[in-house]
């Protein structure tokens, strides 16, 4: 495992989308220490802004690359990276765990992998990510798994799991995927969404699920709708059943029993063919 | 002609009689009484004594009236309830929707109390797909009714020299646009910018507070005319002419027409342009700091 931590707060943000499991495997403790990050304007060393722990050579070999693949692509990034952006960017596989905050598009257009934040994290988690799990224990900001602007479809795949609240336009544009966010969303989530799932644990403000086409929205809180949205009817979508299987072994857990869901289809502006399902308890 | 949260009669004197329901077009013999306008607004401003229909709606609702009209104009259902919470029976949208298939060339002109308001962007993004889908009916258009001098001129110049029209990035050599994340306002709120230069515009007296804030923290440079709220929290402050006063250049209309300013007076101050090619010239001046860039990498 390699073991970065911050020991110097950028003054503006710092590009590092050299920090992936990807670029890190199989080199050499130099030359992950030289690789490149943007700090503005200025191209600059990842040694300048991380410590790049030296237990990255397992058999004490220095000088060559990492020989077990699988450890090399283990990354572990200590200190608050809140000013960090891209990191894990379109990684493939390995894991990467920050321990405090992640900066900006963390983990955008991933198609394998674990990410897994123990603080916060900031806007554009997961941006047209296809595959990997992305696993944020704090906040995160607005548009998780979203589309980039004048992107046609966001997120393809994968797992984005958030335990506290989220910003704004979550899931715009997503095409597939799952989204479960255990604290609150703010406005626009499922912006245009174009099928997936999102689950909705602490509920939404205002004009959720928005322009969207197809896909799913779960909440299990009462939440505003638009006026282009309907009632259908109140059922026990069988579906779901399996989707909480499923994110029971990721630790989330949607009710099932003991209650119905009510179903909203919407949005007719489009018109869309996308379901909302608010979880109504039994009395 | 629909005004959507805007105060025309006011904030644009001249737009009713020079440019929009008072001129007489070859279709529109008659002037005024050829054209219909309605004025959509969260209270009863002086421009609505100009409407033939004013639609007062309550604040923050525009977006879902938007979308409810998007789907009323295509014959979709929508939810009366909801509808009503907007401030606007169910009748009344139904009769807006009328009136504007009836339209031979139907425009909506949307002011700030639509995209500052919450919702911002996917307002002003409602009412351009709102235009957009009208077209399946009749002509139609949108136009954004710019609060502040040449906006819309910086939007043009920065679309046509880097493909974008704001919130663009040129840190790694070419241009990134993200607005929210590269947009003014979020970069001096996030304190994510360690010097600024302010060229016509006066942040400090409409930014929010943390902006303001870091704006007095960092290098601060102003190029105006006159000392602003800027300038008293800025590190320099350099006078220039006045554009179109003592300055010539070009400003572009709301409706992206470039108009050429012929100075009227002299000015023993120097114009913008000349303040921004010397300070150019001296950066030019400086090694590059991208790597292959006049041959030297700069760590």
Not at chain 1, 111 to 116: D, L, S
Not at chain 1, 208 to 217: E, N, P, Q, Y
Not at chain 2, 62 to 85: C, M, P, S
Not at chain 2, 229 to 240: E, G, K, P, W
């Amino acid at each position: 495992m390699i073991t970065l931590t911050l020991k110097q707060q950028p003054t503006v943000p710092l590009e590092a989308e050299n920090i992936c499991p990807d670029v890190v495997a199989g080199l050499t403790h130099d030359a992950v220490r030289a690789l490149p990050v943007y700090h503005g304007k200025r191209q600059c060393r990842l040694d300048e802004f991380f410590d790049v722990g030296q237990a990255f050579q397992p058999d004490g070999q220095a000088g060559k690359p990492n020989l077990r693949t699988d450890e090399a692509t283990e990354l572990e990034i200590h200190g608050d990276c809140s000013r960090v952006k891209w990191i894990g960017r379109g990684m493939t596989r390995g894991r990467i765990k920050v321990v405090g905050n992640a900066g900006m598009h963390l983990g955008s257009g991933m198609t394998g992998g674990v990410i897994e934040v123990t603080g916060n994290a900031s806007d554009w988690v997961g941006a047209e990510m296809k595959d990997g799990l992305i696993r944020i224990h704090g906040n995160a900001g607005g548009q998780v798994g979203a589309a980039y602007r004048g992107s046609l479809a966001g997120m393809a795949g994968g797992t984005i799991l958030i335990g506290g609240n989220a910003g704004l336009e979550v899931g715009m544009r997503m095409k597939r995927g799952i989204i479960a966010v255990g604290g609150v969303v703010r406005d626009f989530a499922g912006l245009q969404m174009k099928g997936g799932t999102l689950v909705l644990l602490g509920g939404a403000e205002i004009r959720t699920g928005a322009w969207m086409f197809r896909g799913t929205i779960v909440s299990l809180k009462p939440i505003k709708l638009l006026p282009t949205f309907s009632y259908s009817c109140e059922y026990e979508p069988s579906f779901l059943r399996i989707y909480a299987k499923h994110l029971r072994t990721l630790g989330v857990t949607i009710p099932i029993d003991g209650g119905m869901y009510q179903r909203f289809t919407g949005d007719t502006s489009l018109p869309g063919k996308g379901e909302i399902l608010v979880w109504q308890a039994q009395s | 002609m629909i005004y959507w949260g805007g105060n025309p009669a006011e904030c644009h004197p001249r737009h009713f009689t020079k440019y929009t329901i008072m001129q007489k077009g070859k279709y529109t013999q008659n002037g005024r009484k050829d054209r219909t306008m309605v004025l959509v607004d969260i209270r009863e401003t002086p421009s609505a004594k100009a409407a033939n229909l004013f639609l007062q709606i309550r604040p923050g609702k525009d977006f879902e009236l938007i979308t409810a009209l998007r789907a009323l104009i295509k014959g979709q259902r929508v939810n009366e309830d909801a509808v009503n919470e907007t401030g606007l029976p169910l009748s009344k949208l139904e009769e807006l929707v009328a009136k504007m298939k009836a339209a031979r060339f139907g425009v909506i002109f949307f002011g700030m109390g639509l995209s500052m308001t919450r919702g911002k962007h996917m307002n002003s993004a409602a009412v351009l797909m709102l235009a957009a889908e009208m077209n399946a009916f009749t002509k139609f258009v949108a136009m954004p009714m710019r609060g502040h001098g040449n906006v819309t001129g910086a939007d043009v110049v920065m679309r046509y020299t880097t493909g974008y029209p704001f919130g663009v990035n040129l840190c790694r050599g070419y241009p990134r646009f993200n607005p929210g994340e590269f947009s003014t306002v979020d970069l001096l709120v996030r304190g994510d910018v360690d010097a600024c230069l302010v060229l016509g515009a006066d942040p400090g007296a409409t930014m929010p507070q943390p902006g303001i804030d870091h704006l007095a923290k960092i290098p601060t440079i102003v190029l105006d005319p006159k000392v602003t709220h800027t300038s008293r929290l800025a590190r320099v402050h350099i006078t220039t002419a006045a554009t179109g006063v003592s300055a010539p250049g070009t400003v572009y209309r709301m409706d992206e027409i470039p108009l050429p300013l012929r100075p009227a007076l002299k000015s023993p101050y120097p114009t913008d342009e000349e303040v921004v090619r010397r300070i150019r010239e001296a950066v030019k001046r400086r090694p590059a700091w991208l790597p292959g860039r006049n041959g030297k990498a700069v760590m």
